[in-house]
Nanobody
């Protein structure tokens, strides 16, 4: 089973940018579809972005479309979430997730990271 570790969270002003990283160990990310989720205070998990096994296909939630980008670096066994034009409502704990298919990773992923906190100030 792949182990995931997120990093890159922090405090940023509205309008700013952050890049989150999700480093994998134990298995290659090339065997997995990947997704980024977030959980805001008092809310459930929201799937933000997903990418298939090859990384050639991506899709996004309407709430982040045009602002966030998911990307793989196979050489580093890492998936990224580039977040631009951040808003206070983007404040949440962000998680990466992995599973064997795009459908599974976006609905009920088997593997989760520990999360990284993002706070956007107004």
């Amino acid at each position: 089973q792949v182990q995931l570790a997120e990093s890159g969270g922090g405090l940023v002003q509205a309008g700013g940018s952050l890049r989150l990283s999700c480093a994998a160990s134990g298995r290659t990310l090339g065997d997995h579809a990947m997704a980024w989720f977030r959980q805001a205070p008092g809310k459930g998990h929201e799937c933000l972005a997903g990418t298939g096994l090859s990384g050639e296909t991506t899709d996004y939630a309407d709430s982040v479309k045009g602002r966030f980008t998911i990307a793989r670096d196979s050489a580093k066994n890492t998936v990224y979430l580039q977040m631009n034009s951040l808003r206070p409502e983007d404040t949440a704990v962000y998680y990466c997730a992995a599973d064997v298919t795009t459908l599974k990773v976006k609905t009920s992923p088997r593997c989760w990271g520990q999360g990284t906190r993002v706070t956007v100030s107004s």
